[in-house]
């Protein structure tokens, strides 16, 4: 597939994540960032429009921010969300994925906002609580809207199925890269660099059976895309 196309799959896929998210009574509001750590995910086709966001507004200065102040400790995640579904499905082991808890803010939160709001990685808008995080230490979250993120985690990869799942710093640093982003624009990427994780196509969905039937509109919605 094109990489607009894709692009666009992306933006369609986000307003049906955010009608279906904007049904619950969450706490998440502006100013609220105890969410926003060092550990997020994201594919390359979330940084490609979020490098397109920043080119198109004049504020490339969060690259550099980006580099500046990577936490050495950030998550790195060792495999995909849809291969981690292969491997439960087939009742493998996924491999453990440290991921330190004290890594500290993302580097681009400034005064607990997110300049990339609009074009923010998926795993920053799918991470929302119905009481305020900082008040109760953790989120909490219905394990219906946990399902649901699970399944839009999973497609927006098999849309990105030519590139790589990573940290937002390591997937951005990646696509800064003249040489990259033009090769991951071709379509010509190769083995995943170290830091970065190969994508790849949905094969089984991590739907639990509470949730079959619940998630069929979703499906549906999701499926007249196209993806
Ligand atoms: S998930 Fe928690 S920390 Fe993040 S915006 Fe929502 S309430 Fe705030
Ligand atoms: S990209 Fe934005 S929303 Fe995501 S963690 Fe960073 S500051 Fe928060």
Redesign the pocket.
């Known amino acids: 597939m094109e990489l607009n196309a894709k692009l666009t799959l992306l933006e369609r896929m986000v307003d049906i994540y955010d009608r279906f998210a904007g049904e619950f009574d969450l706490a998440c509001e502006k100013y609220c960032?105890h969410?926003?750590?060092a550990n997020?995910t994201m594919t390359t086709l979330e940084g490609y429009r979020i490098l397109n966001h920043l080119e198109k507004t004049g504020e490339t200065r969060y690259l550099e921010m980006i580099a500046r102040q990577a936490h050495p400790d950030r998550f790195l995640p060792r495999i995909s969300i849809n291969r981690m579904a292969d491997i439960c499905a087939r009742d493998g082991d996924p491999p453990d994925e440290p991921l330190n808890p004290d890594a500290g803010p993302?580097p681009?939160?400034a005064d607990d906002t997110?300049p990339?709001?609009p074009v923010?990685?998926f795993g920053?808008r799918c991470m929302v609580s119905a009481r305020n995080c900082g008040r109760t230490g953790f989120a909490d979250m219905d394990p219906f809207i946990l399902t649901v993120n699970d399944v839009f985690l999973q497609h927006l990869e098999h849309i990105d199925a030519q590139g790589y799942t990573g940290n937002?710093v390591d997937v951005m640093q990646f696509l800064d890269l003249n040489e990259n982003r033009q090769n991951y624009a071709a379509g010509r990427l190769g083995a995943a660099p170290d830091g970065l994780v190969a994508n790849q196509p949905v094969f089984v969905l991590m739907i639990p059976p509470e949730h079959r039937e619940r998630i069929q509109p979703l499906l549906m919605q999701i499926r007249s895309l196209h993806v």
């Open positions: 960032a969410c926003c750590t997020v993302c681009v939160l997110c990339l709001y923010r990685p920053c937002f």
